[in-house]
């Protein structure tokens, strides 16, 4: 048997169809939702994303704002940048894209961000929010997902997710997002021993390391529900985390690459950028 391919392409284009109404009801108030991208240097994975979020923004009337700065920019010229643009009544969302170049400290950025503007997710507020359950600005990547497995009605209650992977970005947030939805969790990394014994284990498999092909058919426990979080190039093909072909026979659901978690997690910058600018406009509205 064949598994059901997640398709998060299809997925994200209806969220954005319900986003573009959500963009010209707002539009209606006299608010036009604006994003601020900030993009140092010229990595390119970061120019294709950064690319891919802004013509995403574009198409659903989001005005977004490309700020960039060579490699050399310092950190004080950044944080003075970010500072700007959390007084911006134009800006509701602001996305500094990384990897940063080594000079600048990256939490120090994160933390400058207006925890309200912080359309990433990653500010200590937010995540402290969605710890504790509270409603927050979600990191993009985990809550697409969620969506997603949301979407192809994947029960999670009591189910044992396994993740692969510990990233701030992907990883550690996923593993809070998928116990507030009463999951059993394991998070694998690299120092994780025995790998293979632990994702035999899985129900659900997330595996977002950045490794071509890490995970293999005999990896996966049949049946099992598996989410590439995976992006890796290679001569101008894109590989994910997992091999698909062979898995796509054993497990129940997977998630293509491209097309899966990628075009969910741009849905969800969207969405945030929308909520930002909602809670941004109510508060302007009561003070
Ligand atoms: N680089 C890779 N993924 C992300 C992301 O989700 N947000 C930002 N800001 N940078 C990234």
Redesign the pocket.
């Known amino acids: 048997m064949s598994a059901t391919i997640m398709n998060g392409k299809e997925v994200a284009a209806q969220v954005k169809s319900e986003l573009k109404q959500e963009v010209a009801k707002l539009n209606r108030e006299y608010v036009q939702p604006g994003l601020a991208v900030l993009l140092v240097g010229n990595h390119p994975a970061?120019e294709t994303?950064v690319k891919a979020k802004e013509k995403a923004a574009a198409e659903i009337g989001i005005r977004s704002f490309l700020i960039r700065y060579p490699e050399t920019v310092s950190q004080a010229e950044l944080l003075h940048r970010v500072e700007q643009l959390n007084q911006d009544p134009q800006v509701h969302g602001i996305?500094?894209?990384?990897?940063l170049p080594k000079h600048i400290h990256v939490q120090t950025v994160i933390d400058t961000i207006d925890p309200q503007k912080d359309v990433?997710g990653?500010h200590p507020l937010n995540i402290g929010s969605m710890q504790v359950g509270k409603e927050a600005l979600l990191?993009?990547?985990p809550f697409g997902i969620l969506q997603l497995l949301k979407q192809y009605k994947v029960d999670l209650q009591g189910k044992h997710a396994v993740i692969v992977g510990h990233s701030h970005?992907v990883g550690r947030p996923m593993a809070t997002l998928l116990l507030n939805e009463n999951a059993t969790v394991s998070v694998c990394h690299i120092y994780t021993q025995n790998l293979k014994e632990m994702t035999r284990m899985a129900d659900i498999l997330i595996v977002a390391v950045g490794k071509k092909h890490l995970i293999t058919s005999d990896m996966v426990k049949p049946g099992a529900v598996v989410v590439d979080v995976g992006i890796n190039r290679e001569e101008k093909r894109i590989f994910g985390d997992c091999d698909f072909e062979s898995i796509k026979d054993i497990a129940s659901y997977i998630t293509p690459v491209p097309g899966g978690v990628g075009p969910m997690?741009i849905s969800m910058l969207l969405h945030n950028t929308l909520l930002a600018a909602r809670t941004q406009v109510k508060e302007l509205a009561t003070v």
């Open positions: 970061s994303y996305l500094v894209q990384l990897p990433d990653f990191p993009c990547t970005i997690t």
